[in-house]
């Protein structure tokens, strides 16, 4: 079936350490996303990526950083410089840019806990 | 099937004008969001609302949630240019889980 995989589902790190979180989608889309959920907020954007081999900044760039290397992957790295890195995290993509009525369409999360 | 139901699908208002948005869900909810989206990037969250509350203020957004109906209304007050995006409803039953966005709907604000 399509769809869009985050794994783990639940990760454990120490401080200082980077953490890489994997997100894979096989639904052919072209664009993709990474947001930031914290407890009682909404969802805010870290990082998107509108084609392979390009990504933009989102409103929350600092501390993280991705790649898009191939069409249906988009890891988001948590480095040691960001400064509260616990949260939820979950992955999106979208066939195209989104630039109409469209829904993007999420991955199941990472729960990424930094001990 | 989608949780979150925006209607209607597409409106055009004056600038100036009042928007008002609903949003219909299916299943018991812990939050419901709204967001906007603007063109070619991600989802902006606008506003939270819990199930045991009725209404919210933001600025110039006001949201009411009525879980009797299972239904949810974002207010846009005095319009801008600047407001025309795609207005989503998201809800969760649990927090981080089955985090499910309705189909939008897509507001032109006219000058």
């Known amino acids: 079936d399509g769809g869009i995989t985050q794994s783990p589902k639940y990760l454990f790190r120490k401080e200082g350490q980077n953490v890489t979180l994997s997100c894979e989608q096989n639904?052919?889309?072209?664009?993709m996303y990474w947001y930031r959920q914290d407890p009682g907020q909404g969802l805010r954007l870290i990082y998107y990526s509108q084609i392979v081999n390009d990504f933009q900044k989102g409103d929350i760039a600092e501390g993280y950083s991705v790649s898009r290397e191939k069409k249906e992957s988009f890891p988001l790295t948590v480095t040691s410089a960001q400064k509260n890195p616990t949260a939820f995290y979950l992955c999106?993509?979208?066939?195209?840019?989104?630039?109409?009525?469209?829904?993007?369409?999420f991955g199941p999360g990472t729960r990424l806990t930094v001990l | 099937s989608q949780q979150g139901e925006e209607d209607p699908q597409a409106l055009s208002i004056q600038e100036g004008e009042n928007a008002t948005m609903n949003c219909s869900y299916k299943?018991?909810?812990?939050?419901l969001q709204w967001y906007r989206q603007n063109s070619g990037r991600g989802l902006v969250h606008l506003i939270l609302?819990?199930?045991?509350?009725r209404e919210k203020h933001s600025g110039r957004l006001r949201v009411t949630l009525d879980t009797s109906k299972k239904s949810s209304s974002l207010l846009i007050t005095a319009s801008r240019a600047a407001d025309t995006a795609s207005y989503f409803c998201a809800t969760d039953d649990n927090y981080g889980q089955n985090f499910v966005f309705g189909p939008g709907t897509r507001l032109s604000v006219l000058p």
């Open positions: 609302i819990r199930s045991n509350e």
């Open positions: 639904l052919n889309h072209d664009a």
């Open positions: 999106a993509s979208s066939p195209r840019p989104l630039i109409a009525l469209e829904s993007q369409f």
């Open positions: 299943t018991s909810i812990n939050n």
